[in-house]
């Protein structure tokens, strides 16, 4: 089975101070991990992906994050906050064999000037 | 390229009606999903689908019932609305399972 925990629901930075969402996962095989965001009323977009190559993933608008077996842990970070990273944000796991998604409750962002 | 679209994009139902939510993708992906989000909860999936004539129950599928003719379309049902049937409903699809998902837009339902 698999199972993603977001560990904190809210997060507020200030503009321009580094951000780190945090998120643990549970899988029974070798995991591809996802970190999507959605702005307020709109879809779910994807800002990266780790699949079993690099473990240093970059993604867009400056975000990056690391997975790290041994902490079962794919926390996403951000130099530098911009007031448009206001948004939640969704730890996703897929593990091999499965065709589906399981998604963490999300991390809402708060970002002030 | 559209990409994933839903209608409608907002419905109001009374209590035990019944509605079809649309969603298509032009991108020939075989992987088609529907989720329902609630406040605080992250996305559950309602149903999936990994090609044409082929679907399956997700997390929690009671209430609804899904689909798949084609390889573009995926329709989800709802039958009998209730208002724990209250949400925000999105779509998705993929071209594999380790591949990114590609969302719809959502549908905002509620059922009073």
């Known amino acids: 089975a698999q199972s993603v925990t977001q560990l904190d629901s809210h997060v507020s930075v200030s503009e321009g101070t580094p951000v780190l969402l945090r998120c643990n996962y549970s899988?029974?095989?070798?995991?591809?991990l996802f970190w999507y965001v959605q702005h307020p009323n709109k879809g779910l977009q994807l800002l990266l992906k780790?699949?079993?190559?690099?473990?240093l993933v970059k993604g867009i608008n400056g975000f990056e994050a690391e997975f790290k077996k041994s902490e079962t842990s794919f926390h996403l970070t951000k130099p530098s906050a911009h007031m448009s990273d206001a948004a939640e944000y969704f730890c996703?796991?897929?593990?091999?064999?499965?065709?589906?998604?399981?998604f963490g409750k999300g991390t809402m962002l708060l970002v002030s000037p | 390229n559209a990409g994933v679209t839903q209608t409608p994009k907002f419905r109001i139902l009374k209590i035990g009606q019944s509605m079809t939510l649309q969603c298509a993708q032009d991108?020939?992906?075989?992987?088609m999903y529907w989720y329902r989000q609630d406040p605080g909860m992250g996305l559950k999936l309602i149903y999936y689908?990994?090609?044409?004539?082929?679907?399956d129950k997700g997390e929690v599928p009671n209430g609804y019932n899904v689909s798949r003719s084609t390889t573009e379309d995926f329709p989800l049902r709802l039958e009998l609305a209730a208002p724990s049937q209250t949400s925000v409903y999105f779509c998705?699809?993929?071209?594999?399972?380790?591949?990114?998902?590609?969302f719809g837009p959502g549908t905002r339902l509620t059922v009073t």
């Open positions: 998705a699809s993929t071209e594999g399972t380790f591949y990114e998902q590609y």
């Open positions: 899988s029974s095989y070798s995991p591809s």
């Open positions: 780790y699949t079993s190559a690099a473990t």
């Open positions: 996703v796991v897929s593990d091999r064999g499965y065709s589906t998604l399981t």
């Open positions: 991108m020939n992906h075989n992987y």
């Open positions: 689908s990994v090609g044409a004539g082929i679907t």
